[in-house]
């Protein structure tokens, strides 16, 4: 049974895949990807109903040797792109991984063979579930995103097979980095993820679009190569096969001081692909693509995968300096970037920017590396992979109605798409207020961080600018002429299924927190830290925390999930439903008497009595938070944090 | 029961006592100017003026928003009554605050976006301090819940004084008194027509007004938390709190916005910070 699963989970994708590049009607296309994402959606839910287990794939087949074919060939691909694009810093950096990994095989003679291969434990089933589930309706979205995307570029041979083959196989290689355990095999499904990542990125072929790709491809190849040299350094200081083990080194059994620096490399390679200043170029270059790769990127796959291999190692580092350092370092990416991202005037951007920002806190959230903190991050990799996948659809939505992706086009959308916009709303409000689940994750980060003090402020800052920069931009969607009846728009349901499922997604799990934490996550907070079962307390009402403290266990803060959406209920769904204005109520709005016409016109007598129309614009502060002003600052403190976070891993040997 | 008593309680009578310390207001600050002003029960006269008048508007999201506005103040409000989690009641607070800066938002209108934009600016300004303060008040207590400040004994503010004065002027912006009086004034004086209220009349500004009240009880009750116990103290520094704003309002003039968050964010970030970085050496969690 377990054969079956991990193959639908990792092999299908691939298989699916190169169905898909072989397909060329568009209506078959689409069918083999439906029916490819009904199989890992359902394949997902099994894994969760079963349950935790190991697996090894059956003898009598080289798996590791074509492995390590496979790994050459990505690599030799990268040197192969290095040179078409002239990227000299791609060249660099794939060189620094293929020459340690031919010394690794060749010269060290290296034979690794790690048993179990994979580990199928709570934290990787949650990450499956979000990856299959929410990468699946991405890839749903993407179907006839992409037809529309072409008619709109007027293509003449369409590239629609080939962005569905990277699209799919992505979710393949994220299941297999989850599940792996052997570190080597951890590492090629790393590198697949950052070549679907490129070849993605690069999808449109525009000069800009190869740019952004190639960046993409050498800052993540400058992970791999940290990734690389913790697994030589593992190997040949820690005794061989067994330290590659990722349970062996979480578990503590390799457990040495010589670890911590190989752990602190791998902390750095999280950092490269989770996008964390100063790597966060390639991320916000990453939004040339179509909107289904950002979608997917900043939601179930790529991103996530930096920060679980982070939150994967925490037992690792726990109660070292690299702990705080890294609790420091996203502490600081998640303020630096919710000010960076105030200043910016187009809609992918700032969700560009508030992924990195979330990454960060959660980032933080390992670093800080207790029962509260670890169950946090989790929680916030669940909510912010169905919050940002549904705002990304959203984007891609918008921009396929209005041609553009700046905040100023999207004035008054309200009234243009009232759906969308109300949906892109919801998407917007769950990702900083509450009852929702970013906020209840951010909650419990801002009281578990007391062991971080310095965290705690930057959570405390960086969320105030959060409100700031989504009430601008949900702001400028509102804002509307004094004029009733918005005709519904029409969705084909390969936008509006994915949309209403995440949409819908929102509130089941956001409502249901509770219940889902306690049978389901905690468990998975129990796969990197013991003890969060004894301090959270969670069931329909709400979640409380206790303090540690064993013999006088008190209450250190609760959230009451069941008030909290009933409020929202009273206070937001009670007048959207129940509040009407006649016609006859409407009035224009006050412009000293000015106006030119009737209540719905924007135009004013201006100077001689001359027709004018009025335009209201958003405020972006560039001067003092543009990327200009800010970058040399945030970008240097980042890169002292990043150095300091290796630096502990050396001294504390 | 005991609690649901308490919920009717709390929303019936805090705007009995807003409404009064309204009343209070516009006496003082006209005494302080040298005129006679009106009855102390005026702003209830007006409320009920308003209600009755035709209700007009401009767009519909904006009575959604100015309700929702209404409907969380007093949400956040009973968090304090029921001595819940205190960060839960920052984040409330924040939610009403982003309510009526989408109300501002939701019509083309100039006046009112300037006075939203503004909106947003005092909620970047005092935001900080309030969630800054819930850290200070886990540090002193070890606990989020509002219900250990009150079966503490040693006062808040012994501990927590540098945060009290950040406090003190998050009042000034919550009660829209000058130099903070930004996005919308009680005085006619110096404003931009009206702010983000421009675009509300009749109920629809009642319900602002409304709101209002709630929110300065709920303000006050914040500063009072500084001296729990006995609860009378904490009552009369709030009090104080609340003539020392009338009379700041009425001797300095409107900042301009920018102004004011550079002040919030340095001198006020400071404070906060201080105080935390003080309490945990003092802990020795370092």
């Known amino acids: 049974m377990t054969d079956g699963m991990m193959a639908i989970a ?67 691909t990268y040197i192969v792109l290095g040179f078409k694009l002239r990227n ?6 794939s060189a620094t991984q293929l020459v340690p990994i031919f010394y690794f095989e060749f010269i060290m003679k290296a034979h690794v063979e ?10 990787a089933i949650v990450m499956s579930m979000i990856i299959s589930i929410i990468g699946s309706l991405i890839c749903i979205y993407a179907i006839r995103y992409m037809r529309d995307h072409e008619e709109h570029a007027h293509l003449e041979k369409s590239r629609q097979s080939r962005f569905l083959f990277w699209l799919v196989l992505f979710l393949g290689a994220m299941n297999g980095l989850v599940f792996a355990n052997n570190l080597v095999w951890l590492y090629f499904f790393w590198e697949v993820t950052t070549l679907c990542c490129f070849m993605l990125i690069s999808h449109d072929k525009t000069q800009i679009a190869l740019q952004n790709a190639a960046r993409a491809l050498w800052m993540n190849a400058t992970g791999g190569t940290a990734f690389i040299l913790a697994i030589i350094y593992l190997y040949s200081t820690q005794g061989g096969s067994s330290a590659l083990s990722v349970q062996n080194i979480v578990g503590g059994s390799v457990h040495s001081a010589a670890m911590l620096l190989p752990v602190a490399l791998l902390c750095f390679t999280g950092c490269t692909k989770a996008a964390q200043m100063p790597f966060q170029g390639w991320l916000l270059g990453a939004m040339v693509a179509p909107t289904p790769v950002s979608a997917l990127l900043h939601s179930s796959t790529m991103v996530k995968a930096g920060v679980y291999l982070v939150l994967r190692l925490a037992p690792a580092y726990a109660g070292t300096y690299v702990s705080t350092a890294v609790a420091i370092v996203g502490a600081f990416t998640f303020f630096g970037t919710s000010a960076l991202a105030i200043s910016q005037t187009t809609g992918k951007r700032v969700l560009a920017y508030s992924t990195i ?48 992706r700046e905040i100023e086009d999207m004035e008054g959308l309200a009234a243009k798409a009232p759906l969308v916009t109300l949906i892109t709303a919801v998407g917007m409000l769950s990702m900083f207020l509450p009852p929702f689940g970013m906020l209840l994750g951010k909650w419990i980060a801002i009281e578990a961080a007391y062991k971080v003090p310095l965290a705690a402020v930057f959570f405390v800052l960086a969320s105030t600018l ?35 499922t995440l949409f819908i997604g929102i509130f089941a799990v956001g409502f249901g927190v509770g219940p889902l934490y306690q049978y389901f996550i905690s468990s998975a907070t129990g796969n990197v830290i013991a003890g969060a079962s004894s301090i959270v307390a969670s069931n329909w009402s709400g979640i409380v925390l206790t303090s540690s403290a064993a013999k006088a266990a008190s209450t250190v803060g609760s959230f009451p999930v069941w008030a909290l959406y009933l409020v929202l209920g009273i206070a937001l769904l009670l007048p959207m439903l129940f509040f009407g204005l006649k016609p006859t109520q409407l009035r224009q709005v006050y412009l000293c008497g000015e106006q030119s016409g009737g209540t719905d016109t924007d135009e004013w007598l201006a100077e001689a009595d001359i027709k004018t129309k009025f335009i209201l614009g958003g405020y972006y502060f560039q001067a003092t938070l543009g990327e200009k002003a800010l970058n040399p600052w945030v970008n240097t403190v980042a890169i002292l944090l990043l150095a300091v976070m290796i630096g502990c891993g050396v001294i504390s040997k | 029961m005991n609690q649901f008593i308490t919920v009717i309680a709390t929303i019936v009578l805090a705007p009995l006592v807003g409404g009064l310390l309204f009343g209070i207001d516009r006496r003082v600050t006209a005494r302080l100017q040298g005129r006679f002003g009106p009855p102390i029960l005026q702003p209830f006269y007006d409320l009920f003026k308003l209600l009755g008048k035709e209700s007009i508007a401009v767009s519909r999201m904006q009575f959604v928003w100015i309700y929702c506005y ?54 970047l300004s005092y935001e900080p301090v309030l969630l800054l303060l819930a850290v200070g008040i886990y540090a002193q207590n070890g606990t989020f819940l509002i219900s250990a400040i009150f079966s503490r004994g040693e006062p808040l503010l012994l501990k ?33 027509v009206k702010g983000i209220t421009t675009e509300y009349s009749g109920p629809f500004l009642a319900l602002y007004q409304l709101a209002e009240w709630y929110e300065i009880v709920l303000v006050l009750g914040v500063v009072a938390l500084f001296w729990a116990n006995p609860l009378w103290v904490g009552l009369l520094i709030a009090f104080g709190a609340f003539l020392l704003e009338l009379v700041i309002d009425n001797i300095a003039a409107r900042m301009t916005a920018r102004w004011m968050v550079r002040l919030s964010w340095s001198v006020g970030l400071v404070l906060g910070i201080a105080n935390i970085a003080y309490l945990y050496i003092v802990k020795g969690v370092f």
């Not at chain 1, 083999?32 to 994402?37: F, G, P, Q």
């Not at chain 1, 790690?114 to 934290?123: E, I, Q, Y």
């Open chain 2, 70 to 123: 209404l409907v969380l103040m007093i949400a956040s409000l009973i968090c304090l009554i029921m001595q819940s989690d205190f960060l839960v009641l920052v984040f409330l607070l924040g939610f009403a605050g982003v309510a009526l800066v989408l109300g501002g938002f939701s019509t083309k209108s100039p006046y009112s976006h300037f006075g939203a934009n503004r909106e947003l600016l005092q909620i």
């Open chain 1, 88 to 93: 000299r810093l791609v060249l660099i950096f």
């Open chain 1, 114 to 123: 790690v048993k179990p291969a994979f580990v199928v434990d709570n934290l």
């Open chain 1, 357 to 404: 920002a979330n990454l960060g806190l959660i980032m933080a959230c390992a670093g800080i590396n207790t029962p509260l903190s670890i169950a946090a991050a989790i929680l916030l990799i669940i909510f912010h992979a169905i919050s940002k996948g549904l705002l990304f659809l959203c984007a891609g939505t918008i921009e396929h109605r209005i041609w553009s």
């Open chain 2, 160 to 192: 927590l004084w540098p945060l009290f004065i950040a406090v003190l002027y998050v009042l000034t912006i919550k009660m829209r008194k000058s130099p903070f009086d930004i996005s919308t004034s009680h005085h006619a004086h110096q404003e931009i």
């Open chain 1, 10 to 76: 990792i092999l299908l994708p691939v298989v699916a895949g190169f169905l898909i590049l072989a397909i060329r009607n568009y209506f078959a296309r689409g069918v083999v990807v439906v029916s490819t994402a009904v199989l890992l959606i359902a394949n997902s839910i099994y894994f969760a109903s079963r349950g935790p287990f190991t697996y090894s794939p059956p003898a009598g087949f080289e798996w590791a040797t074509l492995i390590a074919i496979l790994d050459y060939a990505i690599l030799i």
């Open chain 1, 466 to 500: 959060t409100i700031v920069f989504w009430t601008k931009w949900l702001g400028r969607l509102l804002q509307v002429m004094p004029k009733l009846g918005w005709p519904l728009e029409k969705l084909s349901p390969s936008y509006s299924v994915p949309l209403w």
